[in-house]
């Protein structure tokens, strides 16, 4: 069964932490591009970081340059998201994504919170 969780939201102060994790499951991942997108509440969801099949390449939104950094483990089928110095606009839920060719698959996502 063809599966994304994420895991490692939260509540976090301004300049905080996070790492969020997803986990995948069904399917060749190592094949696979990932991404991670965010949605705020009442704005459309927008991407934060994409990662290659095999990890050479990296992307992100400015907004969260030299802050976030995605990574990923293909023995361990799983994508992460280090989120570092973290502000109250970063609040959103995170939503694991995976592409290779017509092949779309959507984690159900993480609420992450930063508040004081």
């Known amino acids: 069964q063809l599966q994304l969780v994420e895991s490692g939201g939260g509540l976090v102060q301004p300049g905080g932490s996070l790492r969020l994790s997803c986990a995948a499951s069904?399917?060749?991942?190592?094949?696979?591009?990932m991404s991670w997108y965010r949605q705020a509440r009442g704005k459309e969801r927008e991407l934060v970081a994409g990662?290659?099949?095999?990890?050479?390449?990296?992307n992100y939104a400015d907004s969260v340059k030299g802050r976030f950094t995605i990574s990923r483990d293909n023995p361990k089928n799983t994508v992460y998201l280090q989120m570092n110095s973290l502000k109250p606009e970063d609040t959103a839920v995170y939503y694991c994504y995976a592409k290779y060719g017509v092949f779309r698959y959507w984690g159900q996502g993480t609420q992450v919170t930063v508040s004081s």
């Open positions: 990662i290659t099949s095999a990890g050479g390449s990296t």
């Open positions: 069904g399917f060749t991942f190592s094949s696979y591009a």
